[in-house]
């Protein structure tokens, strides 16, 4: 399986979030399935590629050539795609990949994770998503989505959009149990 993760470049994040990271790419290589991100060599974004290259995953890096350029592109990928911006992104990503993961991150991957579930939402894909609310970090997010459907702005069966797994290794396992077609 072709396993998205969506997590930060935030060099200052918490140390667990690091460690999760990792523990995420080394268990999508040791699972036999390969990764696709952003491509980023900083912040969780750098240790979920070390884990999956620890853990024998094939990585794909999806990075914009002005990161790139900046020298922020993990490259020891097998699969290096340069885009010329963040939407170019987000849509390689989503295409080359059967499942996604949701660690903790900022802007970009709340950006993310809201196109992702908006594509699946208009039925451009059916591909499950996984947040994985570590310390009940999407817990808000999660609340959120509750108020938008008793508000009636998003419809009732869209609760099925969003899988919630505790940790990260639990959310690849998630994955795994369900017929993602990968």
Known sequence: ??????????IDAPRRFFETARAVGH???????????????VGTMNEVAEGAKEGGASITSVIPRFFHDENLTFLESDELILTEDLQERRRIMIERS??????????????????????????????PLVLVDLDGFWEG???????????????????????????GVAAVELLESLDTGG
Do not use: C, W
């Not at 399986?1 to 935030?10: F, G, H």
């Not at 268990?27 to 060599?41: E, F, M, P, T």
């Not at 508000?151 to 869209?158: A, L, R």
């Open 141 to 167: 997010y999660l609340m959120l989505m509750e108020r938008m459907r008793h508000e009636k702005m998003i419809h009732e069966d869209h609760r099925d959009l969003i899988l919630v797994a505790p940790e």
């Open 27 to 41: 268990r999508i290589g040791a699972g036999g399935h390969s990764l696709v991100y952003g491509g980023g060599n």
């Open 98 to 127: 059967d499942a996604a993961i949701a660690l903790p991150g900022g802007f970009g991957t709340l950006e993310e994770v809201a196109e992702f579930l908006t594509l699946r939402q208009l039925g451009f894909h059916h591909k």
């Open 1 to 10: 399986m072709r396993i998205l993760v969506y997590l930060s470049a935030s």
